[in-house]
């Protein structure tokens, strides 16, 4: 299936010199299948390397630092001589400390080949003791797969229509009708490949809640692998509280909501496990939108998000009946579900996780993003209904020159005022790009 991040996969392979290439993400997004796409497109050759399937690997560069050797010894488990024509892929590259610590001498002594690994930020920081190649590498970041990614494999017409569509004007109610569907059906489903795949072989939800739940199954079986016992079982309850989180007006995280009685200092490393694991996102207040926004975060206040809308509903236990119920999905939680997907589509745009704004008891507005120099207010509404005192106390305190605002209602563009609707999110970043 295609994805955004060939364009930037092809890029790198183009370099005649370059570092060697890490692909970040949570299991399961998609990141053994992109890299050796990258070898079937780009190179001649592909050599293959799974350090956790194949511990025996290890030897390798345990006992060896010297690149020409460890190319020697890998040319001879692949079968075939590894050179400039070659991609090598160095899948679960967390497994092993010390081939980790080699992707600076590719740096250095072979910058002519090409590299590329896979991990979660959890993977590459469990090697305590360990050097990490600091500025020898470089990174991209995989996530589930878009709405935008998905829709062609279900409604090419309208895929083509999202993908030429412009911030003026209207969408014509026919086209309008049709996304809508198609992006219901996404919110049941959610981005991650298998599932989709699942879905695009069986039409089945029923088959898509499976493939979720097996999902989740290892997920949790991944919980086992944090360092310390004792928040194996903190990490599943922070995890499994996510719906409870999201449902409330106030979506700000609550510890209680984990366990009666529960202590920020008793939950702050399983929540950093799961983050780190790149299966949730942690949304941070700033209490005012001044540029660098991390310089009036404020450290006791923030959201916790999941990585995939799918996953999410399944968490939530709501059922794939919900798809049938006219607006249901986009109501559900307190419009939770419709805020989660808001938030996955601007980190595939914007890399870095927005901020939200609020103001005592007074206003909260859900995000904030950074574009280039400007600070662009964002409200999610579930509905029809955009009646937005929280967005009009923003604008009459800093006077933002670009606000956005995401519903159900149509394309319209009026007094500084975007709105976008849900389906439309994946074009945000390209659409602010014409107003600055």
């Not at 390397?49 to 040319?75: A, G, M, Q, W, Y």
């Not at 993003?369 to 662009?376: L, S, T, Y």
């Amino acid at each position: 299936m295609e994805r955004t991040i060939q364009n930037s996969l092809k890029t790198w392979a183009q370099k005649k010199h370059k570092n060697p290439l890490i692909i970040m993400g949570a299991r399961q997004v998609g990141k053994t299948y992109i890299m050796k796409w990258l070898g079937n497109e780009a190179f001649s050759k592909t050599a293959y390397f799974n350090f956790d399937e194949r511990p025996e690997l290890h030897e390798v560069f345990t006992t060896n630092k010297d690149v020409s050797r460890i190319l020697e010894i890998l040319s001879l488990i692949s079968g075939y001589q590894i050179d400039s024509k070659t991609l090598v892929i160095f899948d679960e590259i967390q497994e092993c400390a010390e081939a980790l610590n080699s992707l600076k001498y590719f740096a250095e002594n072979r910058p002519d080949l090409s590299v590329i690994s896979s991990g979660s930020l959890l993977g590459l920081m469990l090697h305590p003791g360990k050097s990490f190649p600091v500025g020898k590498i470089n990174f991209l970041n995989l996530h589930p797969m878009s709405f935008m990614e998905v829709l062609p494999y279900w409604s090419p017409e309208s895929a083509r229509f999202l993908i030429s569509a412009k911030p003026t004007g209207t969408i014509p109610d026919f086209i309008f009708t049709n996304l809508k569907e198609q992006f219901k059906k996404y919110l049941v489903t959610g981005g991650m490949p298998a599932v989709i795949n699942v879905f695009n072989e069986t039409q089945s939800f029923e088959q898509c809640d499976i493939e979720l739940s097996n999902l989740i199954l290892a997920y949790r079986g991944d919980f086992s692998k944090h360092p310390v016992m004792s928040d194996i079982a903190k990490i599943g309850r922070v995890f499994d509280s996510l719906p409870s989180q999201l449902s409330r007006e106030n979506k700000k995280f609550i510890y209680q909501l984990v366990r009666t009685g529960a202590r920020a200092r008793e939950y702050e490393d399983a929540i950093e496990w799961l983050i780190n694991s790149g299966l949730i996102h942690k949304v941070r207040q700033s209490t005012k939108p001044g540029l660098p926004l991390n310089a009036y975060e404020n450290l006791d206040a923030f959201k916790l998000y999941a990585f995939d809308v799918g996953i999410l509903r399944k968490l939530s236990k709501l059922n794939t009946i919900a798809f049938l119920e006219g607006n249901r999905l986009f109501t559900e939680f307190k419009g939770a579900i419709i805020e989660n997907y808001i938030l996955q589509s601007l980190i595939n745009q914007y890399t870095d996780i927005p901020y939200y704004w609020s103001s005592g008891n007074e206003a909260e507005v859900d995000f904030l993003i950074q574009h280039e120099e400007k600070i662009i207010p964002i409200e999610v509404k579930s509905e029809l209904n955009i009646r937005s005192r929280s967005l009009a106390l923003y604008k009459e305190k800093f006077t933002p020159e670009l606000r956005i605002r995401y519903s159900l209602r149509n394309l319209s563009y009026k007094d500084g005022l975007l709105n976008i609707p849900h389906f439309l999110a994946d074009r945000t970043r390209d659409w602010v790009s014409e107003y600055f």
